[in-house]
């Protein structure tokens, strides 16, 4: 079974040497050396906006044959944590899933749940892939689209993901896809996004859960970091480098409704 791409020619060019041109100019040289990371947080908007930051963060890690990719739901559909065990059709290549990890995570986790309808149309995992598919040709995926959980259920989800981590033999990688405040001034997206940038840095996925709740911060992902906050905790992480912020603003010029994007490695 294989998951079509839902947001080709609209995210990220669907012309497989146009996407792999536009991919190039967006990561960093070939000379950049790779960090070993447990998990990072990369923006998931279109290229224009956000592709030079996800590239960023992106190329600075090594990245393993399989990734496990969170992101947030913004459909609606299917299950609460929905897990795809599809192989995925991008323009520039078939990705397989890693269904051995997939099923570590099935059995560790009663709230995860296998739904394809969650992801059918869902983006923020979806402009991920062609940068992972760049810097790994061996590449396997297993995507997790979640909606709003408890910190409880976020917390049960992480346990999952490190004992599933810990049983594989190759070291996969998590990444949370997330942009930060939506449609707000610079002013205040900064201001507001600096808050939860700063629970993030702290590794205090508590403080962040919270924060993003009390202050009303707009980060769709907010769940998806949470979750890769936790996990990589439970996986001995002690430092977190933020790799860059930016916003659309910077491309559009439109400084006063602008989406945050940051990037962050976890390790």
């Known amino acids: 079974m294989l998951r079509q791409p839902a947001v080709a020619n609209r995210f990220y060019p669907g012309s497989p040497a146009e996407l792999e041109k536009t991919v190039s100019g967006l990561l960093p040289g070939t000379g950049t050396k790779k960090k070993k990371a447990i998990a990072v947080m990369s923006p998931h908007a279109g290229y224009i906006y956000s592709g030079k930051l996800a590239g960023q963060t992106l190329g600075s890690v090594q990245i393993p044959k399989t990734v496990i990719i969170l992101g947030p739901n913004h459909q609606g559909l299917g299950a609460p944590v929905a897990l795809s065990l599809s192989s995925w059709q991008m323009p520039n290549g078939v990705v397989p899933a890693d269904n051995i990890t997939a099923e570590l995570l ?21 402009v991920q892939v062609p940068f992972l ?36 033999d190759h070291s996969p990688l998590i990444l949370a896809s997330t942009d930060m405040s939506h449609f707000e001034s610079r002013a205040s997206a900064s201001r507001k996004d600096n808050l939860a ?17 009390d202050e009303r911060i707009s980060m769709c992902g907010v769940i998806p970091v949470t979750i890769a906050l936790l996990a990589a905790q439970m996986l001995g992480a002690a430092e977190v480098e933020l790799v860059g912020y930016t916003d659309s603003g910077a491309v559009s010029g439109d400084t006063g409704q602008v989406v945050g994007y940051a990037g962050l490695v976890i390790s």
């Open 197 to 213: 940038l700063q629970q993030i840095i702290a590794l205090d996925a508590a403080g962040l859960y919270r924060t993003v709740h």
């Open 106 to 126: 099935l059995a560790a986790c009663s709230h995860i749940s296998v739904d394809e309808s969650a992801h059918r149309h869902e983006h923020s995992l979806e």
């Open 133 to 168: 598919q760049s810097l790994q040709p061996q590449l396997h995926l297993v995507p997790i689209s979640v909606s709003h959980l408890s910190f409880q259920v976020c917390t049960e989800v992480a346990r999952a993901l490190s004992s599933a981590i810990e049983q594989a």
